[in-house]
């Protein structure tokens, strides 16, 4: 099926083998005129097969072979990922927190407790949602960096389609107390280039690095020690904005 | 002697980060964090070459540093990209 979503003010065509892609993108539906197409073939499901297999094998984990229109959803999204290069946009792994009009990015490896500590934000705080849970675009304008809400949100599903000017970065760790301090981008950059989608062509590596290069240029980062205390969000939060 | 992996270079600021690109991207998960003398000897080996040639080439571009500094630079990090499988003689 065809039809075009907006995301991150980028107006995409989409033409899926299966209606699964279409019912994800709901909330992005737009009648624009697409910036660019993704059309999904037979082999772009299989190599989404195989790549899942080889991470399965990797981690030691028992594969179980997933329904091709979900893996037709991740084929849509890797493509997407590759072309909004173009359009000084990245997507990077992450959990955003949207709130007074900012957005705060959490990231760190799979099982640190990003899902934990948002969830600590927004019991903590009446006004703040989740932008996207798992995997949201950053896109520059004007040099500054916006995180956008996108479909692809992990498991919770939890996203908005909105964009927010993005305060900062925060690098999630596990610790005895909460705290939580600014870290040098020298520090961390190879944290934020290990959670970012990495495309195969060089042309597209070299701007992805470049993108990341360029958030030192107006994004904070801090390095947030938290443990499962719901006093993290609030420790993090004056963090930020002390 | 030659890369194993095919990478991209990029100016961190302080220093260099290495990407694998293309097929080698599957390949090699991680990234190589480099200081400039680094990055331009893995530059060196994007292509078939030999210690003498990358050596020659160091001395011309840090023309205040003594061969010795320059060979010592050189061996350590050829004998770091041996260890970690990176390159091919």
């Known amino acids: ?177 909460n705290e939580i301090a600014p870290i040098d981008f020298q520090a961390i950059y190879p944290i934020l280039i290990g959670q970012t989608f990495r495309p195969k062509a060089a042309e597209d590596v070299q701007k992805t690095l470049m993108y990341i290069k360029r958030l030192s240029e107006n994004t904070k980062f801090y390095l947030l020690k938290c443990n499962l205390d719901p006093n993290a969000a609030k420790v993090a939060f004056e963090g930020m904005n002390g | 002697m030659k890369l194993r992996f095919n990478f991209t270079i990029m100016d961190m600021g302080d220093e260099f980060a290495a990407v694998p690109v293309d097929e080698d991207a599957a390949k090699f998960h991680g990234m190589l964090k480099l200081n400039a003398v680094s990055a331009d000897i893995l530059e060196q080996l994007k292509e078939e070459t030999t210690p003498e040639k990358v050596h020659a080439y160091l001395k011309k571009k840090y023309s205040d540093s003594t061969d010795d500094e320059i060979g010592h630079t050189l061996v350590n990090f050829l004998n770091q990209l041996v260890h970690e499988g990176l390159l091919i003689y």
């Open chain 1, 1 to 177: 099926m065809v039809f075009t979503i907006s995301i991150a003010n980028i107006h995409i065509g989409i033409n899926s083998l299966f209606d699964e892609v279409f019912d994800l993108c709901q909330d992005y539906l737009t009648e624009e005129k697409p910036d660019f197409f993704v059309h999904i073939e037979e082999k772009d499901i299989v190599f989404e097969r195989e790549k899942a297999r080889r991470e399965a094998a990797y981690e030691h984990r028992t594969f179980f072979v997933p329904p091709d229109p979900y893996l037709e959803t991740l084929a849509v999204y890797r493509k997407i990922a590759v072309n909004i290069l173009q359009f000084d946009a990245f997507l990077m792994h992450g959990a955003v927190i949207g709130l007074n009009g900012s957005a705060y990015m959490f990231t760190a490896p799979s099982g640190v407790g990003k899902t934990t500590h948002t969830n600590f934000w927004l019991q903590t705080f009446s006004d703040a949602f989740i932008l996207n849970g798992d995997k949201p675009i950053l896109r520059f304008e004007n040099k500054k960096a916006f995180a956008c809400g996108t479909p692809w949100a992990g498991k919770e599903g939890l996203n908005k389609n909105i964009s927010l000017p993005l305060k900062s970065i925060c690098i999630l760790t596990r610790g005895e107390q």
